[in-house]
């Protein structure tokens, strides 16, 4: 381990895919001494020849762990096989494996059965964005906060940190709560090109800059939203109500037809807002559709 610091944290590292890979990397730059374990073990040669330790198995690098266990596998259960047999008392688990809020909170209750501690985490960045901070990635924690704070100072190495309650099912809500909205931007990017690709005259990179620009100026609905749900008005601060923007879907779908696009990305969200509006709540913003889809999801 040349060149490690051994006043630094001491990090056990299981899992050396792509994201598992690129911590292991920020961490041994920062000068932590690393052991890694991979079901490949080729995987681990990279960082082993950048100063890092290969163990034999899993269970040997959990025993020799003196530092943090951190835990980036493919789910859930890659975590429970990766570690079925591993003497855990005692030891402080801090898993990154995406996966569901129940699946975090059921795996805390796991961990405190054989004796250890743990931290749920949720990746809000990929690879390339690890080590960088000025990305702008970081890393949701939930469960354990004494745990949390006893590692933050390595935890704070690869991305920035945010520590979002002691249930430990937090940490992968928030994950997919923040991705989900990822994912809708997604959708209602691609229709955007959709409409404007192949039309004469229209630069895709500039059209490019300027939806860029004005879904950041939008990303501040959110506050709204926020404040409406949190105070049971949703009419509060409305400018533009449900009524409103419901009949301007009507130009929406025209232009969709009229351009030879697929509105589908759009009018499952289209038809939330009509339904909410015949039900007499025109005057409001957006958060009367949070109630809509969770009486959905009961439904269902």
């Known amino acids: 381990m040349d060149g490690m ?35 490949t073990p080729e995987k681990a040669g990279p960082l082993v020849e950048a100063g890092a330790r290969a163990a034999g198995s899993a269970a040997e690098a959990v025993a020799a762990a003196t530092g943090p266990v951190i835990l980036c596998l493919l789910d859930d259960d890659s975590v429970g096989a990766t570690l079925d047999g591993a003497d855990l008392a005692g030891k402080d688990l801090i898993n990154l494996t995406t996966g569901t809020p129940e699946q975090g909170r059921r795996r805390a209750r796991w961990a405190e059965e054989r004796g250890a501690r743990f931290l749920d985490g949720g990746i809000m960045a990929v690879p390339p964005m690890i080590g960088v901070p000025e990305s702008g990635g970081y890393i949701l924690y939930s469960g354990d906060q004494a745990l949390f704070e006893r590692h933050r100072e390595a935890l704070e190495v690869p991305a920035g940190v945010n520590y979002v309650g002691s249930d430990a099912g937090h940490a992968a809500l928030y994950d997919v709560a923040l991705l989900s909205a990822m994912t809708a931007m997604f959708a209602g990017t691609t229709h955007a090109f959709a409409l404007v690709d192949g039309e004469k005259e229209v630069d895709l990179s500039r059209f490019a800059t300027l939806l860029a620009g004005w879904l950041g100026a939008m990303s501040g609905a959110a506050h709204g939203m926020a404040a409406q749900l949190e105070s049971g008005d949703y009419t509060l601060g ?30 499952p969200f289209m038809d939330l807002m009509a339904r909410r509006v015949a039900q007499g709540h025109g005057d409001e913003g957006l958060a009367g559709i949070v109630g809509l889809l969770r009486e959905g999801a009961g439904r269902a």
């Open 238 to 267: 409305v400018h533009s109500n449900l009524a409103m923007m419901s009949a301007g879907n009507t130009t929406f779908l025209d232009t969709s037809r009229e351009q030879g696009v697929d509105p589908g990305l759009l009018t």
């Open 5 to 39: 610091n051994t006043s630094k944290t001491p990090i056990t590292l299981l899992g050396l895919g792509d994201m598992g890979a690129a911590l292991g990397r920020s961490w041994l730059a920062a000068g932590h001494p690393l052991t890694v374990w991979n079901r």
